[in-house]
């Protein structure tokens, strides 16, 4: 008695599956180092708002605070070594940006803003507030269409030592 094996199409099938589904899940995977990303950026613009607020608040060499360029300068470094452009913008004035962001506040794409608030200084304590806004758009096209534009924005107040 000769038995006969029965070929069975299940391969094309499979074939066909992974074709349609193989794009989905790189979309997907792509998508998910996107929002990886943006929380890289919220985690180091939190980070450069808290250390130029620490540098704004503490002593120099003078005896006085450091100066607004003097912390810029110093956050700049901070902010190479994370890729991350940061500059103060001109004619925006210091004053932290408003809930709404105006173009004058919006950084261009992968840059960011800092603005050194020193509006509490006339009272005691003085406190001096630093606000970091970073312009994230995602790589994926996908992900770019559903969420858009997100600015990370990040803001850290400390009492002055002088």
Sequence with gaps: MVMHRIRSSRGGQAMVEFALLVPVFFMMLIGLLDFGRAGFYYVASTSLARSAARQGAAYASQG???????????????????????????GCGTSTPPASLTSCYQPPIGQAYIFIDRSNFSTLPKFIKVSVIYRFDATTPMVRALVGTIYVRSTSSMETEF
């Design 64 to 90: 006085t605070g450091f100066t607004d360029a003097q912390i810029v300068g110093m956050m700049a470094v901070q902010a190479n070594a994370e890729t991350i452009p940061l500059t103060q913008p001109v």
